[in-house]
């Protein structure tokens, strides 16, 4: 039934229809709005076509009954498949589908295009709502909402279904300008290396992210030129740590939301990067939003992958480490845009700060949320899709995953890892600005740590200089050094290759090796006092290498930790 008529389509032949009878529609004052229930949806694809890939749209007739909740909702459009895993290695599969008006659904906003996602690999089928109704929580903007709807296709059932908008700009969706505004995503299926035909997408300046321009859809190549430069100028603030500069240019703290919504999940698709989205409004911030895609999340087991239904592993694993600007204890190596804000020591104290604010209703809020869906889904909706698609546990001779079993798993992972995180960000070290050729030294437990930055470009110059403190070496030692030598990653002393007396150069491993081979130098002729640099022929943008130098006097020794970045 239509809001704003008494008419309604059937997409059936009369000539197969015994009888029809009508309910009465509910007025909006009526209508319960809750949104945990369980809808149904009823799809008719024209002559009973078969939705056979993601690029073929098939016309169809959708029948939704919003249960009293909502209003009803039929009318025709457009259907195909979506995703990417989800689509090529799944039974159930995911779709999209484009009304042709546009439609209020379930309460979210008047729009054309939907997503029915299928969470195949998510037995609980929980797992984007909990991100979602976080998100939400945490005032990340133009959040995804959630209806689950149990699915008909053809008169097939299909299981249950997560309902949400699709990602776009659009009032109730991303509403921004759509002329002067733009919506982009960091993708790497979306980006150069895997879409190397799109017209819509380019390598970023200065990090190398995979980026894809979603909208506007129809894009110049003088306009997509314009946002590569003017992402660029964010991208020089980062590697800077400049955190005055990126806080002119980005809304910091969507920025924060997103990093800790990644990690508090454990959301590895951040390393691809994949499914990031990003927003920039007519003279407006860059802004993270909305968040999307989370069923590699929650610790997924990728043995086995595209059979594979294990979540819940450690809740100890990092995606950043305990110390994201140098990336210790972390399991990934994702892209330095991410990470090198945590050089600023500004920016780690209000990251710490935001996660405080968090920490005490993160868990027990949004779960709240989750068990009302799930108290719904137990009323039969549950058991009906599981009876559609039963999973089977690996090696483990035909036992199917329980729901309940998996909810627990859920719970009790989510509660500890939150628990786990508080101690983790808590401890972040706070780092000073460092800027490109002026080195910062410490001086600290025997030995010496000096954090610098080289652009690769330029990284033969001679005119940089690490300036150490005599005294303080001295008093380390005990006395004047007898030997200063380079070592190799294991310890062990290295050859000076380097043209000084003093000095080497380092290889990617941090090894002493031949300039051919070299990415990294120190050479000097005196014993405080060294040149760096870089090998511009072997270095990029975002690469880090520490290496080791080593005063010796006797049997003390002193160890000088040079941490190179390269911009």
């Known amino acids: 039934m239509r809001e704003d008529s008494t008419e309604m389509t059937v997409p059936y032949s009369l000539s197969v229809i015994d009888s029809i009878s009508f309910s009465h529609a509910l007025t909006d004052k009526e209508k319960g709005h809750n949104k945990y229930r369980l809808f149904t949806l009823a799809i008719h694809t024209e002559d009973g076509a078969s939705i056979e890939d993601k690029d073929t749209w098939v016309n169809c007739h959708f029948s939704l ?28 599969k995911p779709y999209k589908f484009k009304l042709d008006a546009k439609s209020k659904l379930l309460g ?12 195949y690999r998510d037995v609980t089928d929980m797992m984007n ?24 296709l053809n008169g097939e059932y299909v299981g249950v279904y997560q309902l949400t908008e699709k990602v776009e700009i659009g009032k109730g969706r991303v509403d921004i300008d759509p002329k002067e505004g733009w919506l982009m995503s960091f993708d790497l299926d979306d980006g150069p290396s895997l879409s190397p035909g799109a017209s819509d997408n380019f390598w970023s300046e200065v990090y190398s992210l995979p980026v894809c321009v979603k909208e506007p859809e129809e894009i110049e190549q003088q306009r997509l030129d314009s946002i590569k430069a003017d992402f660029a100028q964010l991208e020089r603030a980062v590697q800077e740590h400049d955190y005055a500069k990126v806080d002119s240019l ?5 920025f924060i939301s997103v990093l800790q919504l990644h990690e508090y999940l454990y959301n590895v698709e951040i390393d691809a990067p994949r499914s990031l989205y990003m ?31 294990s979540y819940f592993g450690s809740y100890r694993n990092l995606i950043y480490g305990t110390d994201p600007c140098r990336g ?8 330095r845009f991410f990470l090198d804000m945590f050089g600023s020591k500004a920016f780690v104290e209000r990251y710490q700060q935001a996660w405080a604010n968090l920490s005490d209703s993160i868990f027990a809020r949004n ?49 500890k890892r939150k628990d786990y995180l508080d101690g983790v960000i808590a401890s972040y070290p706070a780092e000073e600005k460092v800027v490109v050729g002026q080195p910062t030294v410490e001086y600290a437990d025997g030995k010496v740590v000096v954090r610098l930055k080289v652009e690769y470009a330029t990284g033969y110059v001679q005119s940089y200089r690490i300036n150490l403190d005599p005294e303080k070496i001295e008093a380390l030692l005990g006395g004047v050094p007898l030997a200063l030598n380079p070592l190799n990653a294991d310890g062990s002393v290295g050859r000076n290759t380097a043209a000084g007396q003093y000095g080497a150069w380092f290889d990617s491993r941090g090894d002493t090796n031949a300039w051919p081979s070299g990415h990294v130098y120190i050479e000097g002729n005196e ?39 390269i911009v």
């Open 328 to 335: 210790t204890g972390a399991s990934y190596s994702i892209n």
């Open 279 to 309: 927003f920039k409004d007519k003279g407006g911030k860059y802004i993270f939003g909305p968040v999307w895609d989370w069923d590699a999340a929650y610790c997924f087991d990728w043995d086995n992958w595209t059979v594979n239904h």
């Open 129 to 152: 709502v909990y991100a979602f109704e976080t998100a939400h929580w945490m005032g990340m903007p133009h959040t995804n909402h959630s209806r689950f709807v149990e699915v008909f």
């Open 65 to 92: 009954n919003g249960k009293g909740e909502y209003s009803n909702y039929a009318g025709t459009g457009r259907i195909r498949g979506r995703g990417n895993s989800s689509w090529l290695y799944y039974d159930k």
């Open 250 to 254: 980005m809304d910091i703290g969507s």
């Open 108 to 119: 979210m906003d008047k729009a054309k295009n939907w997503n029915l996602l299928s969470n």
């Open 367 to 415: 779960w709240e949320e989750v068990e009302r869906y799930v108290h719904e889904m137990r009323k039969g909706a549950y058991q009906r899709d599981t009876n559609r698609w039963p999973l089977v546990k690996p090696d483990s001779w035909g036992v199917h995953y329980d729901v309940e079993e998996e909810l627990q798993k859920m719970s009790t992972w989510l509660r």
């Open 527 to 565: 014993l405080y006092t060294w040149a760096f640099g870089c090998h511009p022929g072997n270095c990029s943008a975002g690469e880090r290498h520490t290496v080791r130098m080593q005063y010796k006097r006797s049997s003390k020794s002193v160890t000088v930790e040079v941490a190179f970045t």
